[in-house]
């Protein structure tokens, strides 16, 4: 398996022919006319499943060696699972992720993330942005969520979980403005050392 591990943005293939729509939880890139129309009867919003149906996301890694750490991560994608693994080295920063390139989307009709997963044990953060800035940084909002070892499970995580945070900084505002989410992140940041594998089935607004 080849993973993806470059600092760059990796540049994947957009699906084509797919048209702008203008409802709560259509994704919308700068760039590029790409929305996720997959909202089912029950209230919940497909945004991929990492298949040809859904919108490709376009991610790329972005590990701790930014700021001079020893992490190793990276990321690739399969029909239908993303697989993103490596090894935290917390003599350094301590973390690996990956992100999506900038998007607009607004899902105020929905109450939080849902991701299928199948991990190692270790606990992951589930990352949000906005345009939101303190300072000149951008905020980051960060949810942790647990994984049970060699098992697929489903992971809910409310809008109202995610908290603010600007370089692993904790800030007491603003909150989370689901009117305008800008990018998707995955980390590993749980301070341990040691290989990671998390196999990400799908994520959903819910």
């Known amino acids: ?14 699906a084509l022919g797919l048209t702008l729509l203008s409802l709560p939880g259509s994704l919308l890139y700068a760039s590029d006319t790409v929305t996720s129309d997959h909202s089912d009867s029950t209230g919940v919003l497909m945004i991929t499943d990492f298949t040809a149906d859904t919108t490709d996301l376009d991610w790329y890694v ?3 060696n930014v700021m001079g750490g020893r992490s190793k991560g990276g990321f690739n994608i399969e029909p239908g699972v993303l697989i993103f693994a490596g090894s935290t080295n917390t003599n350094g920063g301590g973390f690996s992720s990956i992100r999506t390139r900038p998007f607009k989307a607004d899902l105020s009709s929905y109450k939080g993330m849902r991701l299928r997963v199948k991990g190692d044990g270790r606990r992951y953060t589930w990352q949000l942005q906005t345009n939101e800035r303190y300072r000149r940084f951008r905020v980051s909002y960060w ?6 070892d060699g098992e697929w499970i489903t992971v809910n995580i409310p809008f109202a979980d995610f908290f603010p945070q600007v370089r692993g900084f904790k800030l007491p505002g603003p909150e989370l403005d689901t009117t305008d989410i800008r990018e998707l992140g995955l980390y590993i940041y749980d301070k341990k050392d040691g290989a990671f594998e998390l196999r990400l089935d799908s994520i959903e607004a819910y």
């Open 62 to 64: 972005q590990n701790d």
């Open 1 to 14: 398996m080849r993973l993806h591990s470059n600092v760059a943005p990796v540049s994947l293939s957009l």
């Open 143 to 148: 949810a942790d969520f647990e994984t049970t």
